[in-house]
């Protein structure tokens, strides 16, 4: 049916409460909660993680367990991560919104941190959550754009230290800054405008012929008290096209000509039916 698993939704949003829960507690600096909050994390994935490996299928346990193990090393990262914070102890108020990919200019941060701008909602997520967990005089919208103030200023400050400190007033750009920087974005600006038509045009080099496997024809009569059955059968035949192309009364006004002809076949069902 083409839709999300009930189970799979509901682990990503206990997953993000968690992860919401962990973000109050930080800001409110509330060193017991934390530790009380990383000993139930830590009990609550190692039993769901446990039980779901005990519980599944034996056709699933190749792929299953190839996938469990990754989310249980990225979990086991994030608890290391979250264990080294409370060993060295969360920040007081003076300096608890200090953010560690500004605290110094090097690539990785400016990089780590365009990216982190670049996520949905991410960005927006967090400046809403620290202004209604903090004490402050700030509207809302002062608090954003003071956000937006310093992200602007630490990437002006990243530019001007990592790129314009090393290029002279007047000096031509380079062969490889103009490739990287214009010449690769140029054919991906290309492949953004006409991938799409190639993608979903004839033309397509993965398009290839989807033959029909499985015919089936049902003819029910529809009562007050439900459906009966007047008409089944599975007694089907399926000839291509490139057998019935010398028969012209198949198709005298050629309507079927501009397809491919792999792509077309004929049905042919049983007069006698499976069930009546």
Request: glycine share 4%; hydrophobic share 45%.
């Amino acid at each position: 049916e083409e839709q999300f698993p009930k189970e799979f939704v509901f682990i990503l949003m206990i997953l993000f409460f968690l992860i919401v829960v962990d973000r109050i507690i930080y800001l409110w600096s509330f060193a017991t909660g934390k530790v009380v909050f990383y000993i139930f994390n830590l009990v609550l994935f190692t039993y769901s993680v446990t039980e779901y490996a005990w519980g599944m299928e034996l056709a699933h346990r190749d792929v299953g367990g190839i996938v469990l193990r990754a989310i249980y090393l990225t979990k086991s990262i994030s608890l290391a991560l979250q264990a080294l914070q409370i060993r060295y102890g969360i920040p007081n108020k003076s300096n608890l919104y200090r953010q560690f990919l500004t605290s110094k200019v090097t690539q990785v941060n400016y990089l780590g941190f365009r990216l982190y701008r670049a996520l949905p909602f991410l960005y927006e997520l967090r400046c809403v959550l620290d202004w209604s967990c903090t004490t402050t005089s700030l509207t809302m919208y002062d608090w954003l754009k003071l956000e937006d103030i310093y992200a602007s200023l630490f990437l002006v400050k990243c530019d001007t230290i990592l790129n314009r400190a090393n290029h002279q007033h007047g000096e031509k750009q380079t062969k490889m800054t103009k490739f990287c920087g214009g010449i690769c974005l140029f054919f991906v600006l290309i492949c953004v405008i006409w991938a799409p038509m190639l993608i979903y045009s004839s033309g397509n080099p993965t398009n290839i012929a989807n033959p029909i496997i499985d015919v089936s024809v049902k003819i029910d009569i529809k009562a007050l008290g439900g459906r009966l059955t007047f008409f089944q059968t599975t007694a089907c035949e399926k000839i291509p096209w490139k057998y019935l192309k010398a028969y012209n009364d198949v198709d005298p006004l050629d309507y079927l000509g501009a397809y491919n002809v792999e792509d077309i076949q004929l049905i042919c069902c049983q007069p006698d039916a499976s069930t009546m």
